[in-house]
């Protein structure tokens, strides 16, 4: 960090050394309120996280449940598949 005040200079007087203060004042400011902008950051995130971890837990127990209560069209669609995929591996022997 540069400082515009060389080391071993002080104040000429009151007024300059009030001036000298607040820039400083400023410039500590400005990095704690950056380093609070970073953490809210990151607080929102392992927020938003949590919130998503939550909404996809809760859609698994719904999809388990609606599976549980109609077995049926999970049983066609898993046998649409198999002989899909049976299908392809016939074709893909026939064809080589």
Do not use: Y
């Not at 990095?31 to 971890?53: E, P």
């Amino acid at each position: 960090m540069k400082h515009n005040i060389p080391h071993g200079s002080g104040a000429k007087g009151p007024d300059e050394l009030r001036h000298q203060f607040e820039q400083t004042r400023s410039r500590l400011g400005h990095s704690v309120a950056q380093w609070k902008d970073r953490a809210d950051v990151k607080g929102r995130a392992s927020t938003r996280a949590a919130d998503l971890r939550d909404k996809a837990g809760a859609m698994t127990v719904q999809l388990r449940t609606s599976a549980a209560a109609h077995p049926g069209p999970l049983l066609i669609a898993g046998a649409a598949g198999a002989a899909a995929l049976a299908t392809a591996g016939v074709l893909r022997r026939r064809h080589h």
